[in-house]
């Protein structure tokens, strides 16, 4: 599965802005979709991740603030992030695996090129 990331750019601290994460390949739906983020001289790090059967999870820096969602018949994950804050600030990255630890970075095998996100205070 191929994937694109879109949707990044500037904001202020408290706006939002809606990442999408688009995908090729007519198993998109069997996958569970993550975001992951990292930041200069910072690891990457989780975010939040759809399963395939809608399962939700959130890392808990952003849990209450970033809404993650798919459409399976658009092959699109949505990552909604309200609230935003100076330390979100970030490439963004989708990817998708179908079997592992959702948080973890190892788990997924097909990563998208990123989006960059920068939020200022």
């Known amino acids: 599965v191929q994937l694109q990331a879109s949707g990044g750019g500037p904001a202020q601290a408290g706006g939002s802005l809606r990442l999408s994460c688009a995908a090729s390949g007519r198993t998109f739906r069997s996958y569970t979709i993550g975001w992951f983020r990292q930041a200069p001289g910072k690891e990457r790090e989780f975010v939040a991740a759809?399963?395939?059967?809608?399962?939700?999870y959130y890392a808990d820096s952003v849990n209450g603030r970033f809404t993650i969602s798919r459409d399976n018949a658009k092959n699109t994950v949505f990552l909604q992030m309200t609230g935003l804050k100076p330390e979100d600030t970030a490439v963004y990255y989708c990817?998708?695996?179908?079997?592992?630890?959702?948080?973890?970075?190892?788990?997924?095998?097909?990563w998208g090129y990123g989006t960059q996100v920068t939020v200022s205070s």
């Open positions: 990817a998708a695996q179908s079997l592992g630890v959702v948080t973890a970075v190892s788990s997924y095998t097909y």
């Open positions: 759809v399963s395939w059967s809608y399962g939700t």
